[in-house]
């Protein structure tokens, strides 16, 4: 029975965030597609939900809607319903008072003479009030840049640098990492600081006050709204892309509405649903696959400072929660946990997210009775999105073999050493048979609107994601730099991420930004950044081999120099120091034997270090030490 409705569907297809950027007849044939492949109830739950969401795309189109509008929509039904919950604090916002607050950030903005098109840089950690100031913005369309609070020093200048903001909002909690960039940033740039501040800090910042700057704003609705229709730019979400350091991705506003609503029919979320959302706001998961639901479904999300997995279970009952977001280092966290009443008593019945392994999987949902889980594959810049809707185990989405001819997205033949597409006689791509892993490609069309690739705020950027002839001559498509694979059925299984990123910790890394960072610490020393696997352990471990030709090398000043310069997401969590770093032959070429002989002490004559989370140092890792981190006894 259970096979039988296998309603797992593509975003690429029947997936409600592309549904409406293709014809109608297109639509058509691809529900038909997805309806021989599949049936089932969900087939027609999906069918109406589409049905309703291409009529309003068209109309948001015509209508020049903009997130604000359509969230002022959902205000006026229900005002006092609790919209955002800020669990640090308990504090409830209404639907009444985040439209308040937004109004008074668009008043406020006004007064310091931004206009539509303008950009402003946002840089906190997650709490409601990060919603109320980019909704707030896009009031009267100033764009927000959404930084990463994570990032320090260089990478911080860079991304407020290539954000081209006029302003920048920071969080007093952020005071000390401003402190450090304060004078790269120069003066141009004007700061405000949310939250409380001592007055001489605030002086020695040149920052002003928010909060007290909002509580004077002029009350009430604006009276000129912005001029700009749904797909004018939003805000800008940072993606560490394939190369080099984070690039802004840009979020129109059909884009943000199509990720929401893709979410809300997809996984069939409830009007009445309570999201438990620990997942952070600058990405595109938490802030439009959560905080989305709220404002344009008008969904209660509560929002978590920062993930904890002790919490996390009773968190959801205090708040009856009934969907959770995860991604999946969060779902190994919790099941690291010992068991406690709380992780049944609770009324989740759906997790949505990305990156929950097989291994994880069922044990996820039998331990904590969670019922479906809606697992989703997706790039914020891309539409290429997958989604699996019927909980086929491991699957992150499925995209019909019958007719694959409906669907841009495709998997193609790739070297997987050096990344290179595969072309055929013709120069064309090579698409995959099932079980070959390809990358996932998904076709552009850049003359209907609906269908372009938004890209980044970086032209250069942009251009580095787009390939030439791949269906046909003359084509282009998009880059996921995802490598998955389809079987028999057409279920998509994840299998790596290529070229110059890892993922670890939920965040990709990129290794040319680390690279650069770790070179320039030591002297401009040749260093290889690569990822490698550890047993049972999701992503890839940071891994730095660097050469040390004078032999003076020091764990302990290289450790506090790296925790100042990379997030923790970043630092590299092994080491392998050696006389030289061969750069000669392709570098890639280089990292993948590097890769392949991994923190294994007997591979090489080369020193290897771990950095030890526990004891807060680098230690030299002895064939023992090694065996407990293979083994899972050493925690990472
Ligand atoms: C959760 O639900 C219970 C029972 O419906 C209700 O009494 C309680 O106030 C709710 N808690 C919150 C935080 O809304
Ligand atoms: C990581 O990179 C992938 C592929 O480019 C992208 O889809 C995803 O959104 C990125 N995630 C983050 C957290 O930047
Ligand atoms: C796979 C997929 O959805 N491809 C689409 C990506 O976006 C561009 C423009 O937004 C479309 O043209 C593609 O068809």
Redesign the pocket.
């Known amino acids: 029975m259970h096979s039988t409705a296998r309603a797992s569907l593509s975003l690429g297809s029947l997936g409600l965030l592309r549904l409406f950027s293709v014809p109608w007849s297109w639509s058509l044939a691809a529900s038909l597609g997805v309806y021989l492949g599949t049936g089932g109830w969900r087939y027609l739950y999906v069918c109406r939900g589409l049905a309703t969401t291409f009529l309003a795309l068209r109309w948001h189109v015509r209508n020049r809607s903009t997130i604000p509008s359509i969230f002022a929509q959902t205000v006026a039904m229900h005002p006092d319903k609790a919209a955002l919950v800020y669990e640090a604090t308990g504090e409830t916002w209404s639907f009444s008072q985040l439209d308040r607050l937004s109004d008074a950030v668009a008043h406020w903005a006004l007064a310091q003479g931004w206009a539509s098109g303008d950009i402003v840089a946002l840089f906190m950690e997650s709490r409601p009030l990060l919603v109320a100031l980019w909704l707030g913005l896009a009031k009267v369309g100033v764009e927000a840049a959404l930084i990463n609070f994570n990032l320090r020093r260089d990478s911080l200048t860079h991304c407020m640098g290539v954000s081209g903001a006029r302003g920048i909002v920071f969080g007093a909690e952020l005071a000390d990492a401003m402190e450090e960039v304060s004078e790269s940033l120069g003066q141009s740039m004007v700061r405000f600081c949310a939250g409380e501040l001592s007055p001489e800090r605030l002086a020695s910042l040149a920052a002003h006050p928010l909060d007290q700057l909002l509580g004077s704003a002029p009350q009430g609705p604006l009276s000129r709204t912005c001029n700009k229709g749904f797909n004018d730019r939003l805000f800008y979400i940072y993606?560490?892309?394939?190369t080099g350091l984070p690039k802004a991705a840009i979020v129109v506003h059909s884009r943000y509405y199509r990720i929401a609503a893709f979410g809300y029919y997809a996984f069939r979320i409830r009007p009445d649903d309570i999201i438990y959302d620990c997942l952070p706001l600058y990405?595109?998961a938490g802030n439009i696959m959560g905080v989305g639901q709220c404002l344009l479904y008008g969904l209660t999300v509560v929002v978590k400072k920062k993930f904890s997995a002790s919490r996390f279970w009773e968190d959801c009952i205090k708040y009856n929660c009934t969907v959770v977001q995860y991604i999946g280092e969060i779902c190994r966290y919790l099941l690291s946990q010992p068991v406690r009443p709380s992780e049944t008593q609770h009324q989740v019945r759906l997790a949505v997210g990305n990156g929950l392994r097989p291994s994880v999987w069922e044990a996820f949902m039998q331990r904590f009775r969670v019922a479906q889980i809606g697992e989703f594959y997706?790039?914020?810049e891309?539409n290429c999105s997958i989604a699996n809707m019927d909980g086929k185990v491991g699957a992150c989405g499925f995209n019909s073999r019958i007719l694959p001819g409906v669907y841009p997205i495709q998997l193609v033949q790739v070297d997987e050493e050096s990344m290179e597409l595969v072309r055929d006689r013709h120069g064309l791509c090579v698409p995959c048979r099932p079980g070959e892993p390809g990358l996932l490609v998904g076709r552009i069309n850049q003359q209907d609107p609906l269908r372009r690739f938004d890209g980044y705020a970086s032209k250069d950027a942009t251009k580095k994601k787009i390939v030439h002839d791949v269906f046909r001559k003359g084509d282009s498509a998009y880059l996921?730099?995802?490598v998955l694979v389809m079987d028999e059925l057409g279920y998509m299984f994840f299998r790596d991420?290529s070229g110059d990123?890892f993922?670890w910790r939920?965040?990709?890394v990129s290794t040319t930004e680390v690279e650069g960072t770790l070179s320039s610490l030591l002297g401009q020393t040749d260093v290889a950044v690569y990822g490698v696997s550890v047993p049972g352990v999701e992503g890839k471990a940071g891994m730095a081999a660097i050469a040390d030709r004078t032999g003076h090398f020091d764990c302990g000043t290289f450790l506090r120099e790296v925790q100042r310069a990379l997030p923790p997401y970043a630092r590299p969590v092994f080491l392998r120091i050696s006389t030289h770093v061969d750069t000669t032959g392709t570098f890639k070429i280089q990292k993948t034997r590097l890769q392949r002989e991994g923190f294994d002490p007997r591979h090489s004559t080369d020193q290897i270090y771990f950095l030890n989370p526990r004891a807060g140092r680098y230690e030299g890792v002895t064939e023992e030490l090694y065996s407990s981190i293979v083994e899972g006894r050493m925690s990472l």
């Open positions: 993606t560490s892309g394939t990405h595109s997706g790039a914020t891309c996921s730099g995802d991420r990123t993922r939920g965040e990709n």
